[in-house]
């Protein structure tokens, strides 16, 4: 089954503890993207990647980071996390001969930052 | 800049009644619209979208949304509201050659039996 898995779903930490959110595509798709959605302001992107070794910023990429070293993972990283990054996350990906781009979502990880 | 507004944060209709959900963009050229939905819990799954041709354009789940150029405007129809089509809905707007896609703020829905 073509699909986009997020791991974990949820996750509850403390401020400036590390911690990494996984994302993985079964599709092949070189185009894989991070938002965050909150309340009142729908989604925003915060970094995306066209291709392996290949990423740049979206909306909001302060706080975050990302790597793509493999076609099919994207993870996001946060650093040090703070109270403001508690959101909904979710990843996307597509291929980039569609643009503009007709993306596929995981289904989102819930992170609580105390 | 580009920008989507769906002016409508919640709407509450009765289960079998008709529903129309608002999306206005800002772009300008032709631009390239999808309308997603987010069941609770889930993530988002399209529901339609149009990048030419036929204004009036189909999607799953019975949904679909006419393009008006000239009201910039791609609202989202369907003629008998199902209590499983309550979810949150968002409109996306994607330009030609770019990688982005800006979405809307989002309408709930909710419906009553």
């Known amino acids: 089954e073509a699909q986009v898995t997020q791991n974990p779903r949820y996750l509850i930490t403390v401020t400036g503890k590390k911690l990494t959110v996984t994302c993985s595509q079964n599709?092949?798709?070189?185009?894989m993207s991070w938002y965050r959605q909150d309340p009142g302001l729908g989604l925003r992107q915060i970094y995306y990647?066209?291709?392996?070794?290949?990423?740049d910023k979206g909306d909001v990429p302060e706080g975050y980071k990302v790597s793509r070293k493999e076609k099919r993972n994207f993870p996001l990283i946060l650093e040090s996390p703070s109270p403001n990054q508690t959101s909904l996350y979710f990843c996307?990906?597509?291929?980039?001969?569609?643009?503009?781009?007709?993306?596929?979502f995981g289904p989102g990880t819930r992170l609580t930052v105390t | 800049a580009q920008s989507v507004t769906q002016p409508d944060i919640h709407i509450t209709v009765s289960e079998g009644a008709s529903l129309e959900l608002r999306c206005n963009y800002s772009?300008?050229?032709?631009?390239?619209l999808f309308w997603y939905v987010q069941s609770p819990g889930q993530g988002l799954q399209l529901l339609l979208k149009?990048?030419?041709?036929?204004?009036l354009v189909q999607g799953i789940k019975g949904f679909e949304a006419e393009f008006k150029r000239s009201q910039s405007s791609f609202n989202l129809r369907k003629p008998s509201v199902h209590w499983s089509d309550a979810a949150e809905y968002f409109c996306?707007?994607?330009?030609?050659?770019?990688?982005?896609?800006?979405f809307g703020t989002g309408t709930r829905l909710q419906v009553f039996p």
């Open positions: 149009y990048f030419s041709g036929d204004t």
């Open positions: 990647s066209m291709n392996v070794e290949v990423t």
């Open positions: 996307a990906s597509s291929f980039v001969a569609a643009k503009p781009y007709e993306q596929y």
């Open positions: 599709m092949n798709h070189e185009y």
């Open positions: 772009y300008g050229a032709t631009p390239y």
């Open positions: 996306a707007v994607g330009a030609y050659n770019t990688d982005k896609l800006i």
